[in-house]
């Protein structure tokens, strides 16, 4: 089982007592897994004194996702390791458990469901990928899928008809509906999604990009065709991250949060793959070997 498989199933309670065991083994001798970690336990900047007392405790309940399962603590030894990284500069540390208790997945896409390819544009409805051009392709010896036997491959970064005299993003986007999910406290919508590369020559850079915008328009309100302008115009909340790619077949796992009220009636996901060097002066990219793989929305409120 690959690491980032090993902190899902701890960080949902799911771990075995031997799992729980391998993940000590890793986080003692993996630096980046450790930021990993403290990244998705929601371990934050703040008093050092505090982080030093919390590692000499016997164990670490760091509840941020599925609050409502027993978490099983990392072992003493490796989360003094996540604790000493705190202490170790002149920036306070300190644990701060994330006050988001529920989660509710809304839409999980492994593409193993039988989508083949994306539809040209943005999608008006909730049932298709839109977007450029994209298609779904089995895992190879020279790239595995993240997860499962299938991932979306990047094809161009324009779709036929579009007509676009310059293009360097590959945009894929999917419609969610999330009304009746806010709850009656603060409540985000959660994007997440992992990007790989195969080999790129030495002059090309690329980076992945998720976004989401939230809606409270009804679908019969959209236009259409519908514009990532009109988007950009008309959500009621956005959010975007960036993430490099580097390296070959190395999975980058990337996410973002918006804000989302009872008034929010659709989420769209904005899925991107950009080249960003070199810079085209005409035409759009058309990707060699760039891929995504699953795709998730997540619910968290605090009530």
Known sequence: MNPNELIQRYLHG???DAEVAE????LASDGDLRRKVIVEMGIDAGLCEIARERASQPSVVAPRRSVWLAWR???AAAAGILFGMFCTSVVFGYVVPRTMQKLRTVFSEGFESGVTKTAPG????TSRWGGDEAEVVA???WVKAHGGAKMLRFLSATYPGENSPRSQWGDVYRLVDVRGLAGDGRTVARVSASFTQGAVTGEERFACRVGAYAL???LSALPSPLKLSWLQQNNSATGSRRAVLTGSQHWQDVSVEVPITRETRYVM???AMVQEQPTLKSGAVHF???FMDDVKLEIVSDR
């Open 288 to 290: 060699r070997a760039h």
């Open 122 to 125: 943005l999608p008006r409805e």
């Open 14 to 16: 799911e771990a075995t």
């Open 73 to 75: 603590p990392l072992a």
């Open 139 to 141: 895992a190879a010896p």
């Open 23 to 26: 993940l000590d083994r890793l």
């Open 269 to 271: 996901l904005h899925l």
């Open 216 to 218: 409270d328009q009804d």
